[in-house]
């Protein structure tokens, strides 16, 4: 019903930036909170960064003042700008989105994306 589509990830040297971009689509009525995750390796997933649909924002201790997440309700896409990225933020970044569908008006579902991989070298 609802289709969440990352891009942006890559390799990067530490320092240095990133953008990534989730996209969603499908039988969307409104979105709620928009939010990347993250995953490295042997780790749990851990919440990144989360927006609300109107726009109020929170952060990980570990990356406030270095990401800035936000959101386009127009086109049910949400952004994460990473800056002086270190090798510690190296993971597989999720998009999460709680969705409002046309076929459910009273129930919000939760998706996630593919994930995308973000590679830091220090």
């Known amino acids: 019903q609802v289709q969440l589509v990352e891009s942006g990830g890559g390799l990067v040297q530490a320092g240095g930036s990133l953008g990534l971009s989730c996209a969603a689509s499908?039988?969307?009525?409104?979105?709620?909170?928009m939010a990347w995750y993250r995953q490295a390796p042997g780790k749990q997933r851990e919440l990144v960064a989360a927006?609300?649909?109107?726009?109020?924002?929170n952060y990980a201790d570990s990356v406030k003042g270095r990401f800035t997440i936000s959101r386009d309700n127009a086109k049910n896409t949400v952004f994460l700008q990473m800056n002086n990225l270190k090798s510690e933020d190296t993971a597989v970044y999720y998009c999460n989105a709680g969705v409002i569908t046309t076929r459910s008006l009273f129930v919000e579902n939760n998706y996630w994306g593919q994930g995308t991989q973000v590679t830091v070298s220090s």
């Open positions: 927006i609300t649909s109107g726009g109020s924002t």
């Open positions: 499908g039988s969307i009525f409104s979105i709620r909170t």
